[in-house]
């Protein structure tokens, strides 16, 4: 089944041209189609799966054919096809499934019903060539493919003027990453020659790219890039705009699968930063301000999708602090965790806002309990989840990550104490949002509440799937205190970085009693953070207005209007003085003056011209002299 | 057997048209006979390229001579290209005027000096070459006798090609004087290394003259009114056949006896390129006549093929012949659809897109060959061109300068093209259509983008 990889994206691709080509006669029959082309891409990836979960499978390279041959450049179209790739199939295909599923009945009666499930396929398409490319140009063609389908999807309700600017920010956004990705292909291109991983992988451990300045550059390069699609700081602020877009999109590419891109990108460039030390600790230092301080912005919102937004630019910073101290296995096994509870929790948040006539604001919610049943307790699983309770899932990626700030480096428990805090913000904000919305009396007026009701099966279904699985999902990775060599994601993806493995100095584990302290004060937080919101949450006061350092969480530090000062109005004036001077005057002018001239020329040309035997002669023989002197002075 | 065959049949069949003239003075014999005499000569000159195929270059007249394999292979494709000219041609050739067969007899002596300038040895056949081919010239361009402008034309081409000859035989008598001797082959082995002032002065003589048969500029004053003045049904073998074939002659002379001594004239050339193709393609662009612009177009066509002059390779060799077949077939597209029309400006192709969808068409694909735009002929034939030149070393800014000026030849070509799809015409325009002349005109356009896609079947 390897060799046939390339179905895996294959089907979504037709899937899009089905959907796209047809969507105004399909109807509903495109929703239905474009899942069932994801559906079957999950069978071929899980079939693939098991081949390779079988005991010493080795990475393999499908070459499908030469991309492009000039010279020396030779970029195959590849696909890499081993247990990180695999596991990425799964997650995409599968969720992403589930959520084809869940926006049939989401999106029905939607006039771009047909549009919304072609962009949806192409985004899979896109996704899938990202992880699977066996080199940095075939995941740039992937990576530059979810920006698009991101930005259709974000500005798909595209006549509300916000709407497109948010998208239009996202892109923008991504663009300045994206420039990072490629300046760090260049750099890489220009030492070795090569863009092709399993090559990189080698020369690197050979130490060819040896020089620690010019890999932490490449390091950080690339590392621009995954801020940009994974929303972290100062990249951030174009993931809570995009909710603009129909929910399901954003449980799928703005909690799931593509914002993990960065994550996966530098697991797959581990070769890369392992080596980079610096590079490491930038990414540490980022990651955790990010959480910190998206998850300060998320306590204070009232937009349900918005809350949600921030708390996973905010977990996404909890996977960058892993990659930051090289865990890459707890990084990956948290975007598998945090694939389950958060689309779980956004698709919950969609059924409410189904359910409330697409108001999106929690003051008016409240008491949604007894209404929505299946939401309540799917939407409950999911707060669990994130805040850490175990035996959920989150408790185990998020204790994994946190087991190793504690034993990194000398700074590593201030980093410890500083994770602990971000996540007892994320414990406070996600019952805050539970009990405003869930609990309590409705105060979304009469009108509304005669319209409340739970969604239909279609909807609820993937709700329970993926309930279940965000809490079961922990159980993959079931640390080693517990039990020995129980960590399953561990041993499986251990082959992909072995080498990166090899380079740390070997791991001072904690011990065992230690470590059970340490996951008493996790759960423990995770508890104290679900109290303080119980505390002030039990009784919502929708009326109460935020003041002082509320305020400003609640107006998210004003990072929007310190970009919009720093960079847009500046920008935007250097635009339009360029425009008017360089523009029209500069280039307009120069184009036209040539024009001008060219008809200048030729109308002054013309008139030599003029018919006359004796004068043309004449100008020969001109000609001629002046041919005869210059091969004079030539000769000296 | 075989080699100079060609030269043989062309003079033989040329006598033979003047005599078909005078047993019958029905034009469709005529035009019968002409088409039978062209279709011949290609058949001749195919027999003479298998001959030289098989034993390998042949000498002549006490090696006044030389028939290689490029020569012969070009004389087979300059001979097609003339057949293709007659056959599309040949209807309107014979409205020129009233003595119908001389015409084509004037042509088949025109291709009796095409063979020369591609197989001589010797100067003197130089010579006598490329008077075999001007004198008929100059006849041809006044065959429209009530024509004042024909008649003008025929007499400027005489005085200004007149002054030219004597600047050649100047500059042969200096080769001459020099060496001693009058073949290809002393005066390469005479001239190595430096040279004296009294050849060097020849040397340029001679790039004159050859400048002024293939209009480079300065000596292409005569180029416009002769090209313009000349019956339409003229002019294109004027502009295609005969120019290309100077070219070869230029090119045999220059890398066959003047290689050695390349420093001393490439400047010169490379001087005539920058001049040839700054005349060349600003004047085209504020010509009013369709029919003056492609006077002016192959001028700058000229400029073009002057690199391959430049430069002293076996790319620029066999470049040449791509270019001059490229050329020559897209040439005799516009002028097949030009001279259907009464009004040559650019106003008179108005709205021909929408009355003859066809004409239209394969004039547009030979407008976007001349203009080099790629998968036709002519982008590859600019490209190898350029090519030779740079493996030679030509100072880069002059290659930047070509490819500018061949964009600004874009507007004037496109100028036709949009005056055919985008202005609609205030009158009808009246084509009688000929369906034998269209499928001709489909089959050459066919032609050009063919080889633009198989450029091997020239190169090879």
Same mark, same amino acid.
Do not use: S, T, V, Y
């Given at each position: 089944m390897i060799q046939n990889i390339w179905l895996v994206p294959l089907f979504p691709l037709i899937g899009f041209l089905i959907a796209g080509l047809g969507r105004k006669q399909l109807g509903n029959a495109a929703g239905w189609i474009a899942s069932a082309a994801v559906l079957a891409s999950f069978i071929v990836s899980v079939m693939i799966f098991f081949e390779v979960s079988a005991e010493g499978f080795k990475s393999i390279d499908v070459h499908l054919y030469d991309f492009i041959k000039v010279g020396k450049l030779d970029i195959a179209f590849e696909f890499r096809v081993d247990q990180l790739s695999s596991l990425f199939l799964l997650i995409i295909t599968g969720i992403g499934f589930l959520i084809h599923i869940y926006s049939i009945g989401y999106m029905k009666g939607d006039v771009g019903f047909g549009k919304y499930f072609a962009f949806l396929n192409l985004f899979i398409f896109s996704m899938l060539l990202l992880v699977l490319g066996s080199n940095f140009i075939i995941m740039f063609i992937g990576w530059e493919g979810v920006g698009l389908c991101s930005y259709l999807l974000i500005g798909f309700w595209y006549h509300k003027k916000e709407y497109s600017v948010a998208a239009r920010k996202a892109f923008v956004m991504n663009r300045i990453g994206d420039l990072g990705f490629l300046i760090g292909m260049f750099l890489i291109f220009a030492k070795v020659g090569t863009l092709d991983f399993q090559t990189l992988e080698t020369l690197s451990f050979k130490g060819v790219i040896a020089e620690p300045g010019y890999l932490t550059a490449i390091a950080f390069c690339f590392f621009v890039g995954a801020m940009g699609k994974s929303a972290q700081i100062p990249l951030f602020t174009w993931l809570p705009d995009?909710?603009? $877009?129909p929910t399901p999109v954003s449980a799928l590419i703005h909690a799931a699968t593509m914002v993990t891109a960065g994550i996966y990108m530098i697991t797959r460039a581990h070769f890369i930063f392992s080596f980079s030390e610096t590079a490491q600790t930038f990414i540490l230092i980022i990651g955790l301000t990010t959480a910190l301080v998206s998850a300060t912005i998320a306590i204070r919102q009232n937009d349900i999708k918005k809350v949600l937004a921030y708390s996973t630019v905010s977990q996404l910073g909890f996977m960058f602090m892993a990659l930051g101290v090289g865990a890459y296995t707890t990084a990956v096994f948290h975007v598998l965790t945090h694939a389950f509870f958060k689309a779980l929790l956004f698709l919950g948040s969609g059924s409410v806002i189904h359910a409330m006539s697409? +108001?999106? #604001?929690?003051?008016?919610? $409240?008491?949604?309990k007894s209404k929505m049943p299946i939401t309540h307790s799917t939407f409950l699983i999911g707060c669990l989840a994130i805040a850490g309770i175990p035996p959920l899932s989150g408790f185990f990626s998020k204790d994994e990550i946190m087991m190793n700030l504690f034993i990194h480096g000398t700074y590593g428990k201030v980093f410890w104490v500083l994770g602990m805090i971000a996540a007892l913000l994320t414990a406070y904000y996600m019952f805050r949002l539970y009990f405003i919305t869930?609990?309590? +009396?409705?105060?979304? $007026?009469d009108k509304l509440k005669s319209h409340l009701h739970e969604s239909p099966a279609l909807m609820t279904m993937p709700l329970i799937v993926l309930a279940i699985l965000a809490a079961a999902g922990g159980f993959l990775g079931i640390p080693e205190v517990f039990?020995? #060599?129980?960590?399953w994601l561990h041993n499986f993806l251990t082959p992909v970085i072995e080498k990166s493995l090899a380079l740390e100095p070997t791991i001072h584990h904690l011990s065992h009693s230690a470590e059970y302290i340490m996951m008493a004060v996790a759960v423990s937080v995770a508890i104290i953070g679900i109290l303080l919101a119980w505390g002030s949450y039990k009784k919502f006061d929708a009326k109460k207005e935020n003041k002082g350092i509320e305020k400003f969480f609640e107006d998210k530090w004003h990072w929007d209007e310190a970009y919009e000062n720093a960079f847009q109005k500046p920008f935007m004036k250097m635009s339009a003085f360029a425009e008017k001077?360089?523009?029209?005057? $500069?280039i307009d002018g120069g184009v036209n003056g040539i024009g001008k001239l060219v008809e200048f020329a030729s109308d002054k040309l013309r008139l030599l011209q003029n018919g006359s035997v004796g004068v043309y002669l004449f100008l020969m023989v001109l000609g001629m002299i002046l041919l005869f002197i210059i091969q004079l002075l030539s000769n000296g | 057997m075989g080699g100079m065959l060609g030269i043989v049949a062309a003079a033989i069949l040329g006598v033979v048209m003047m005599f078909v003239g005078l047993i019958s003075q029905k034009s469709s014999v005529i035009r019968i006979a002409g088409v039978a005499c062209f279709l011949i000569l290609v058949g001749v000159t195919a027999f003479d390229f298998s001959a030289i195929h098989e034993q390998g270059t042949q000498l002549y007249f006490n090696n006044m001579l030389s028939v290689g394999i490029k020569a012969s292979w070009f004389n087979v494709l300059i001979s097609a290209c003339a057949f293709i000219y007659i056959l599309i041609f040949n209807n309107h050739i014979t409205k020129v005027g009233k003595n119908d067969a001389e015409y084509f007899a004037l042509m088949l002596f025109i291709m009796v000096g095409v063979f020369m300038l591609s197989t001589y040895n010797h100067l003197l056949i130089l010579f006598i070459g490329i008077e075999i081919l001007s004198i008929p010239q100059y006849i041809l361009a006044g065959s429209d006798k009530e024509n004042i402008k024909s008649n003008e034309a025929s007499l400027k081409y005489f005085l200004m090609g007149a002054f030219s000859t004597g600047i050649l035989l100047m500059g042969i008598t200096l080769i001459y004087g020099s060496v001693g001797s009058f073949e290809i082959g002393n005066i390469a082995t005479a001239f190595q290394g430096e040279v004296t002032a009294l050849p060097m002065i020849g040397v340029i003589l001679l790039i004159i003259a050859f400048g002024f048969k293939v209009s480079?500029?300065?000596?292409?004053?005569w180029t416009a009114d002769v090209y313009d003045g000349t019956p339409t049904a003229i002019t294109p073998f004027m502009a295609t056949i005969v120019k290309v074939a100077a070219f070869i002659g230029f090119i045999n002379l220059f890398h066959g006896a003047f290689g050695n001594i390349h420093y001393s004239w490439k400047l010169t050339i490379a001087i005539l390129i920058c001049v040839t193709l700054f005349i060349g393609n600003i004047t085209a662009v504020f010509q009013q006549s369709v029919k003056r612009m492609l006077a002016y177009s192959s001028i700058a066509q000229a400029g073009f093929m002057l690199f391959a002059v430049f430069a002293l390779n076996d790319t620029a060799e066999k470049s040449i012949i791509y270019y001059g077949v490229s050329y020559t077939l897209a040439s005799i597209g516009v002028f097949a659809v030009l001279i259907k029309l009464k009004d040559y400006t650019y106003e008179g192709f108005n709205g021909l897109g929408k009355s003859h969808p066809l004409y239209a068409i394969t004039a547009t694909v030979c407008l976007l060959s001349l203009a080099g735009i790629p998968v036709t002929s002519g982008f590859f034939a600019k490209y190898f061109v350029l090519t030779a030149a740079m493996e030679q070393g030509l100072w880069l800014g002059i290659i930047v300068f070509a490819v500018l000026m061949a964009a600004i030849s874009i507007y004037y070509y496109f100028r036709v093209i949009r005056a055919m799809y985008f202005t609609s015409s205030t009158e009808e325009i009246t084509i009688e259509s000929n369906p034998m002349e269209q499928i001709l005109l489909v089959i050459n356009a066919v032609l050009v983008v063919l080889l633009g896609l198989f450029p091997q079947f020239i190169l090879g």
């Open positions: 995009a909710m603009a $877009g697409n +108001e999106q #604001d929690i003051r008016l919610m $409240g008491g949604l869930f609990l309590g +009396e409705f105060r979304g $007026g039990a020995h #060599d129980a960590h001077n360089i523009e029209r005057k $500069g | 480079a500029a300065p000596m292409h004053w």
